[in-house]
Each structure stands twice: as C-alpha cells, then as structure tokens.
C-alpha cells in the first residue's frame, strides 16, 4: 500500500478553533417543534402522566388494593372517593394513579426492545441488500402477514399470563414492524448521493454504516417506534382484558376495564374511566410522534 | 406600454403578489406588461425573479388563503382578480390556459389522454362525449403525435416524454383558448426533443392565433419563440423590448450579465462575465434597485430609490437610472 | 499553511504520452426481469489525456452517466478494462482505495450529495479522514479548500448542507471531490441544475482550480454551449455507444456523424432573424432496452441504407484529421458498403 501522497498536511495535532457555529441539527427540531403547539400540549400531557406514574406514592390519596366490600361501585365526586370506586370498592382514582405505571411500562419496554433488535435486522438488510435481504425481509414479512392483535394473543397464549410473557409477545410484534421500516429507510439512505460519494472517497461499509446511514436512518425509524408507543399500550390493555396480561390485584387500566365491564349498566362512568386514561395517554403518544416527525422533517 | 389602438389581450397594471406564513414573501413587485393578441411575450429569468407567480397570477393558480394580490389583472377586457368562482371555472380552460415543465402536473395518471382531453372539451362546450372524443383526436393530430388514434387511449405513463408533453398541449388547447401561457415547458426535454416541441408551439399559436406568455430561463428557447422579451430580476421586469433589440443592445446590467451567463459570445479560455454574489431574499418590497448589490455599474444613487421604468421607444423599457440619457451603446 | 493538493511529478508515472485514463470496450448491461437486458453501455472505448477536459453529451439513454459511474468504479464493468496512466484499476498494480483517491466525482443533485446530518467541513473532511489523515488535520484542510472554492470558512464550515443555496453546495461538493487531491475529476451534469448566473460563477471557479492543481476533466452534460466552452475534445454518445469524438472547435464546426449534425442543430439558435425552421430529428430519444441491429441510430438516420441496419459501424478515425476525430459511420468508413463512403485506397 503506497504512502498517502499528495495529502500534504502537518502531522501535529492543530487545535482547531470554534467557528462560527451553526445551530445545529437537534436545536433545529427542538425550535421547529416548540412552534407546534398541539405536539407541545400533547408533549406537556405525556409528561404529566410519567410524572404522575413515578410520584404515584404521593399522589395517590388511597391503597389502591383495600378493598371495601359496602362501598363497591361508588360514583364519581362520593366523599373520600374522588372519582368513585371501583366492583371491589377500591379507589378509582388511586388505581388510575398508580396503574399509569404499569400501563406506561407495557407501552414503552416492547416498542424499545423492539427499536433496537428491530433496527439491526433492518438496517443491515437494508444495507446489504441481495439474498441476504430477501432472506431476512422475507422471513419478517412471515410475521407481519399476522394481525398485530392475533398474533399478540396466540403468543400470549402460548407463552402464558403474566407481565413478563405479554411484554416478550408484544415485543416479538413489533419487531418485524420496525424492521420493515428499518429497511426501507435504509435503502433509500444507501442509494443517495452522498453515500456513493462516500463510496467514491474509498470508505468501507462500516465506515459508511456509522458516519453517513446511521446518522440518517435512526431518526425516522424512532418516530416510527414512538407511534407504536400507543398501540402497544392498547394492546397491553387488550392482552390483560382477555386475562392473558396482568393479573389482578395489580391495577392496570386495561385490567380494570375488564372487572369494570359488568358494571357498565350500573356505573358506566366509572367503568369507562381507564378507557378514557388508555385514550388520553395513547392519543398524547400519538400527536407527540407526530410532532417529533415534523419536526425532523428538514425542508432543504 | 403598447402603442397600438387595439385592446390589449392582457394588460397587467403595477401587480404585487405577497405570499403570507412562516415568511413573508414578496414574490412579485410592481410587474405591468401588455400582450397583443397572437403575439407571443417571452418572460425571462432565474429561480426566485418571479416569473412562475406571474404567470400563475393569470390563471389565479396561487393558494388564496395566504397570498395578497395587488394591481390590476385585465385579460381580454375581464378582471381575473375580481372573478367569482363560476367565472374562474369558465375562464380558465377557455380563455387562458396553462402548459407546465412536468407534464404529470396536468395529466391525471388514471385516466386516458383521451378521456382526459374529452373531459375538457365538454366542461366547456355542450357537445356529446362522442364528439369530444372526435375533437379529442383532432386535437392530438394537431400536435402531431404519431399514432393519435392508439394515443387516445393510452394513459400517460405509457408515453415517452417528448409525447407526453404534446398531450398536454393538446389538453391546453382542448377549449379553444385565446391567451396560452407557458411555464418553462421545455426545460426537463431532451435537446432533439425540446426544438420539436417549440417549433409545434410556434407553430400552434401562428395558426390558432393565439396569444402566448413563454417563462423560461434558457434564451436560446427565448429568442425561438417571442416576438418580444420582459426580463424578470427579483419580482419586477427590468427590461423590455422586442428580442432583436434585447439581444443586440442590452441595457439592464443584468440582462447583460444573463447574456453573458447563456455564453452569448464567449470566447473559449478567457473566464466568464458571471454576475457576482446571489439575488435577493424577497422578506421585504423592494425599496431601491434590487440588482444594485451585484451591479458593476452602480451609483450611490441606485441605493436611494426605486429606478423607474424608463422609456426608450416604442414598448422598450428599461429599470435603470443609466438609461436615462437614451439607448446607451451596447 | 500551504495547501499542496496537486500531483507531484512522482506521481505521474505514466509520463506525458499516457493517457490519464483509458477505457476499453467497456460494456455494462443491467437485467430486468423476464430475460430483457437494458444495454446501457456496450462496448465505449475512450481515453482521457493529462490536462484536458473532455467533454461528454447525449441525450436521455445514451449511457453517459453510467459511463461515469463505471469510471468512478461505483459500479463495476461486465467486460472491458479500465486504465488509469496506464495501469489496471482494480488488480494489484492499482488498488480501488489507491484509485479512489486519484479519481473523484461530482454529481448532478448538489443537495443530495451532501449527508444532511453533517456539517459542510465534517462532509469535506470525511474523504482524507478515510485514507488515514488525523481528523483536525482534515478539517483544516476542508476550510482551506473551502476557501478556495470561495466559500469563507468562518461563516460556512460549520453549517448544514439545508442553510446553503444550490451553487454553494455544489461548490462544496467541489471542495469535497477535491480534499483527495485527485488528479481527474468526473463532473456528472454538475451544473446543470444551477442558474444560469450562478453556473457562470462555478464554471468559472472550474477553470480557475484546473489550471491551479493541474486537473483532468470529464464534463458531462447536455448543455452544448457549456460543453463548448470548457472543453478540449468532446465525445458524443447514443444509445450505449460512442458514435463521434474529436477536438471541440472542428467537431462544433464541421460534425460527421448524422446524430452529431442533429444535435447540434437542435441547439435553439440565437438569431431572432434566423430561427430554427425544422427539428433535426423526430420522436424521442429511444430507450436501451432491445436497441437495433446494426447502427443503432440506423432507425432516425436521413442517410441510412441496408449495411446501416446489418453492420455496426466500427470507431474510426476520419482519413483527413490524423486520428484526432473517430466517428462511427459507414459513411465515414472506407469500402463499407454505403453509397457515400469513400473508396478504398487500392493497393498500386
């Protein structure tokens, strides 16, 4: 390998002075999406909830496993119970207080685990493209012809009940979800310009994987992973509701949903309450990721 | 400008067209230009001079919701910017049409070239689907697609480019209009391709009388076509005339600088005479002559005020403060 | 600091008579589906000499770009071989990096050369950074060529390739193509997509960097006059095939090739009392999927006769301009059979 010619540059580290700095890729969407304002109030919202999840001890004015057997299926504004109480006479309030965490917990570990075994299939795929490609994209598109719901349900089944199983069957959903997406975004990244620009620099693969594909393709495929944030919940909440998910007593809105379905001739606005919290929640997931996607979204 | 006793086709008096949002944009600043009827006026200029908005300001093409239009728009002695929306649906098409650079623009990929054609006739005309069908096949003789008879029923991307583009010349042309604009439809062709297409237009509006409104950016294509030139520099016309005057004796600086950018008489070797820096961001209306910055031939005085359109003869102007003394030579 | 880009003599070691890069019956063809091959380039013979700039034009199909891009190695060839000051790319003589760093590109699209995630001088930096080079040390160098491009350092090096207009990104991709310190540089429609004043400012900015780093140039494109004017030999493609290539002034002045004349007069003329009457040539451009037999430009051709459709006219060069002008036409070829090629010289 003949020396490096022709690149005549002192061998001496140079300091290298700050210039005039631009500001930035990350300052750029942190500045694009505070102008929305629906992203931001749907921003503030998933806030308030994981904050509510975290200080639930402080914030929850009742244990929200004693039961009370004379005062089952209280109604909203009863004295001592805030937002009524729930077929066993447990604190509504305190129950949706304290079971943002384990529905929070069931959306985002699944969409995370997902994100990153997700990302390794598809990126590679995507990068290399040929046989290994419709080896692997073939074999994920095996899983993805299944209906999210099915499939969540018969792993589950498999598997068994528990926090543990459901949370490995929704992660084993979502990952051929986020490969598809892992791939086609990379495809397109290694097509462009500058990647055979990169190529024409003389870089090898990994060189190129790390500087020019990952910078490009992580962003998408993590606002693609955060709308799934939502629909992992719901399925979470559906998984427990069939009795394949959590097991009582531990509250857990889409649990409660469930116990809370005879009472719905009774005390239907209590019975609907962790419906409304499964919807505010995943609705705040939802503009969020919307937001985060506009905001990415460089206009040139 | 026109000195001719006959009512011009379009006559554009002092149009602003401000583009409201995030930034305000003032895309066209003070533009009033005359056309003839079936005579063709080729608008020249680069990205950002305003030329598209123009053009699509006759056709009232611009998002209403965030654009303020000013000035007076008068096409064939009727007001396009006081029309209601009835007026606009029968005023467009059949008065004033449009031809794009991208022909998908126009073509509905889902239908047939046929249909699509026939589908304009009879918005415009009360005739059967029958006939507009046969009109329809007319119209693809004229612009000399071969095979029309097969091209009725193609759908566009079944077409190569150059064919492509002829069908929505002919889409253009389906209601008869008097006035067809032009905006820079032959820029995405092929060189062999391009000359066909403009020699079918020269030809189309020499036989069907029209009066046509050519923006391009290329003078080549430019001198083809017109009859006359307005030269386009941030949101105003700079200069006028017919092309033989413009080519020969250019007096805007930046329609000499444009000249010498399409190496209009360069000489191999020796470095261009490119024009320096890059136009305007057009956040404000112009208060001064905007093309001062990059002008070899500016005066302190150019930075005061805005240079008026100057008359140097019969429809020739010039936005120059140097032009004052009468036709400088070239 | 002073910037040495440019090949030392030590460099040049094929001395003044080799070609800087040579092209042999290069051919590539890509396979669609069902059997059907897309011909994009079939056997393009070509040679590049030390210094010059030659000029590439065709129309849509007629394989320039891949050409370059086969070049450039981005793509490698089916058959043929490619030179460079006379040795084989590729095999151990001249390895791809070492190749790579002799050659580089600079393409069409200016915004999407650039990686959007990094800055201008990160983007300029990347190449040296490959081969080795500390990464502030190329940095430094990236602002030096920045500055060279006539980009000032201080307000652009630490900017995003969105926050640029398109003639300062595309002068950016020239620094990039340049922080190797090549020797040719291929320019694949590199100004075609700018204005017409700003590619005045870059073509001008080509000149000046040609002469300072004494490069080589391949100039694609589709624009006759700019081909015209920064070019010394210019090569004319159709369909996948060379059909003229020549010193510019005579090619532009005198074309022998029924395509070559046709292209040129599709030029739009500019004399308003002397417009263009007639298109040289009808329809479009054809694709290269099934081209003809024989001449392939045999179909659209005013003087085509039966060997135009049965033979494939070799590249040779005219009788009278010593080898400097090859075209690839019965017509031009001696005793091939058409009624206008000139007759063989007979033996005494």
């Known amino acids: 390998m003949t020396a490096v010619t022709g690149l005549d540059v002192p061998k001496t580290a140079v300091a290298v002075p700050p210039l005039l700095k631009s500001p930035g890729y990350w300052s750029g969407v942190w500045r694009r999406f505070k102008r929305d304002k629906v992203a931001v109030a749907a921003g503030i919202v998933v806030l308030l909830i994981v904050l509510m999840a975290i200080f639930a001890d402080y914030l929850a004015p009742a244990d929200p496993t004693r039961s009370s057997m004379l005062r089952r299926l209280r109604p909203i504004g009863t004295p001592g119970y805030p937002l009524g109480a729930d077929e066993l006479g447990r604190d509504m309030l305190s129950r949706l207080i304290y079971g943002a965490r384990l529905s929070l917990f069931m959306g985002v570990a699944p969409v995370f685990i997902a994100f990153v075994f997700g990302s390794v299939i598809g990126i590679a795929a995507g990068f290399f493209g040929g046989r290994f490609n419709t080896v692997v994209m073939r074999t994920v598109d095996v899983f993805y012809a299944f209906?999210?719901?099915?499939?969540?349900?018969?792993?589950?089944?498999?598997?068994?009940?528990?926090?543990?199983?459901?949370?490995?069957?929704?992660?084993?959903?979502?990952?051929?979800?986020?490969?598809?997406?892992?791939?086609?975004?990379?495809?397109?990244?290694?097509?462009?310009?500058?990647?055979?620009?990169?190529?024409?620099?003389?870089?090898?693969?990994?060189?190129?994987?790390?500087?020019?594909?990952?910078?490009?393709?992580?962003?998408?495929?993590?606002?693609?992973?955060?709308?799934?944030?939502?629909?992992?919940?719901?399925?979470?909440s559906g998984l427990s509701f069939l009795g394949l998910g959590t097991k009582p007593p531990t509250p857990e809105w889409g649990l409660m949903l469930n116990?809370?379905?005879?009472?719905?001739?009774?005390?239907?606005?209590?019975?609907?309450?962790?419906?409304?919290?499964?919807?505010?929640?995943?609705?705040?997931?939802?503009?969020?990721?919307?937001?985060?996607r506009s905001a990415m979204d460089v206009k040139g | 400008m026109s000195t001719s006793s006959s009512t011009p086709l379009v006559a554009m008096e002092n149009v602003t067209v401000r583009f409201r949002g995030a930034q305000t944009v003032h895309a066209v600043n003070g533009v009033s230009l005359t056309l003839e009827p079936g005579k063709v006026l080729g608008i020249l200029g680069e990205s950002g001079s305003g030329k598209s908005v123009?053009?699509?300001?006759?056709?009232?093409?611009?998002?209403?919701?965030?654009?303020?239009?000013?000035?007076?728009?008068?096409?064939?002695?009727?007001?396009?910017?006081?029309?209601?929306?009835?007026?606009?649906?029968?005023?467009?098409?059949?008065?004033?049409?449009?031809?794009?650079?991208?022909?998908?623009?126009?073509?509905?990929?889902?239908?047939?070239?046929?249909?699509?054609?026939?589908?304009?006739?009879?918005r415009h005309e009360k005739i059967s689907a029958k006939a507009?069908?046969?009109?329809?096949?007319?119209?693809?003789?004229?612009?000399?697609?071969?095979?029309?008879?097969?091209?009725?029923?193609?759908?566009?991307?079944?077409?190569?480019?150059?064919?492509?583009?002829?069908?929505?010349?002919?889409?253009?042309?389906?209601?008869?209009?008097?006035?067809?604009?032009?905006?820079?439809?032959t820029t995405a062709l092929d060189a062999t391709v391009q000359i066909q297409i403009l020699l079918l237009l020269r030809q189309l509006q020499r036989d069907l009388g029209m009066g046509v409104i050519f923006v391009t950016h290329d003078i080549g294509v430019a001198v083809e076509v017109s009859d006359r030139l307005a030269v386009m520099y941030a949101g105003q016309i700079v200069e006028t005339g017919t092309v033989r005057e413009l080519?020969?004796?250019?007096?805007?600086?930046?329609?000499?600088?444009?000249?010498?950018?399409?190496?209009?008489?360069?000489?191999?070797?020796?470095?261009?005479?490119?024009?320096?820096?890059?136009?305007?961001?057009?956040?404000?209306?112009?208060?001064?002559?905007?093309?001062?910055?990059?002008?070899?031939?500016?005066?302190?005085?150019?930075?005061?005020?805005?240079?008026?359109a100057l008359s140097l003869g019969d429809a020739r102007t010039v936005r120059c403060i140097r032009a004052e003394a009468g036709l400088q030579p070239a | 600091m002073t910037l040495t880009l440019y090949v030392e003599d030590a460099q040049d070691r094929g001395g003044a008579g080799t070609p800087l890069l040579q092209a042999k019956a290069l051919t590539k063809h890509f396979p669609l589906g069902g059997g059907a091959v897309v011909r994009a380039v079939d056997g393009v013979d070509f040679s590049v000499l030390k210094g010059e700039t030659l000029g590439v034009v065709g129309e849509s199909g007629c394989g320039k770009s891949t050409t370059a891009r086969v070049v450039m190695q981005l793509i490698p060839q089916d058959k043929g071989e490619l030179l460079f000051d006379g040795e084989a790319v590729g095999t151990r003589a001249l390895s791809l990096k070492?190749?790579?760093?002799?050659?580089?590109?600079?393409?069409?699209?200016?915004?999407?050369?650039?990686?959007?995630?990094l800055t201008i001088e990160d983007s300029v930096a990347f190449g040296p950074t490959v081969h080795g080079v500390p990464k502030a040390a190329a940095i430094e160098r990236a602002r030096e060529l920045l500055a060279k491009v006539g980009l000032d350092p201080a307000r652009f090096a630490a900017r995003y390739p969105h926050e640029l207009s398109g003639g300062q990104r595309q002068r950016v991709n020239i620094a990039r193509a340049l922080a190797l310190g090549p020797r040719l540089v291929i320019l694949d429609e590199a100004v075609s997509a700018l204005d017409k004043s700003v590619e005045a400012q870059v073509l001008n900015l080509l000149a000046d960097l040609r002469e300072e780093f004494g490069l080589t140039y391949v100039f694609i494109s589709h624009d006759l006059n700019v081909v015209r004017f920064i070019s010394d030999r210019v090569m004319v493609m159709y369909l996948g095939e060379v059909v003229e290539i020549g010193p510019v002034e005579d090619l532009y002045d005198d074309p022998r090739h029924p395509y070559t004349r046709a292209l040129l007069s599709a030029m739009p003329s500019m004399d308003p009392d002397n417009r263009t009457m007639e298109a040289p040539l009808a329809g479009d451009p054809p694709n290269p999927i099934n081209p003809p037999e024989g001449c392939r430009f045999h179909p659209r051709c005013p003087h085509a006769q039966t060997v135009c459709a049965k033979v494939k006219p070799a590249l040779v060069a005219t009788s009278d301009a010593e080898g400097a002008r090859r075209v690839a036409c019965h017509m031009e070829i001696a005793g091939s059979g058409h009624s206008r090629a000139p007759a063989l010289e007979s033996a005494a």
């Open chain 2, 247 to 308: 080519l020969r004796n250019p007096q805007h600086p930046y329609t000499k600088g444009l000249l010498a950018a399409n190496l209009h008489g360069a000489k191999k070797g020796e470095r261009l005479e490119a024009i320096p820096g890059a136009p305007p961001a057009l956040n404000e209306p112009p208060s001064s002559c905007s093309f001062a910055p990059r002008c070899r031939y500016a005066e302190p005085a150019c930075g005061t005020a805005l240079p008026p």
């Open chain 3, 98 to 117: 070492d190749y790579r760093r002799q050659a580089q590109m600079v393409f069409q699209d200016s915004y999407a050369s650039l990686n959007p995630r």
């Open chain 1, 147 to 236: 209906p999210s719901v099915l499939l969540a349900i018969a792993l589950s089944g498999a598997l068994g009940a528990g926090i543990f199983n459901s949370i490995l069957s929704l992660t084993i959903v979502f990952i051929p979800q986020i490969a598809r997406i892992a791939e086609s975004v990379t495809t397109q990244v290694r097509s462009a310009d500058y990647v055979e620009a990169a190529r024409a620099s003389g870089a090898g693969s990994g060189t190129i994987i790390k500087v020019h594909v990952l910078g490009n393709v992580l962003g998408p495929i993590f606002v693609y992973a955060t709308s799934l944030i939502s629909v992992s919940m719901i399925l979470a």
């Open chain 1, 259 to 292: 116990t809370l379905r005879t009472a719905i001739y009774v005390q239907p606005w209590v019975a609907a309450l962790p419906g409304v919290a499964i919807f505010i929640t995943s609705i705040s997931f939802n503009l969020l990721s919307d937001g985060l």
């Open chain 2, 54 to 122: 123009t053009l699509k300001t006759l056709l009232r093409l611009l998002p209403e919701s965030r654009t303020d239009i000013g000035g007076k728009v008068m096409v064939d002695g009727r007001d396009v910017l006081a029309m209601n929306a009835a007026e606009l649906s029968a005023y467009r098409g059949a008065v004033t049409s449009m031809i794009f650079q991208d022909p998908a623009l126009a073509l509905d990929p889902v239908y047939t070239v046929g249909q699509q054609i026939a589908e304009s006739i009879t």
């Open chain 2, 132 to 185: 507009a069908m046969a009109r329809a096949l007319e119209l693809l003789e004229l612009v000399r697609i071969p095979s029309p008879e097969r091209r009725l029923k193609a759908y566009p991307h079944e077409m190569s480019g150059g064919m492509r583009q002829r069908a929505m010349i002919a889409l253009a042309l389906a209601a008869r209009p008097k006035l067809l604009l032009a905006d820079e439809p």
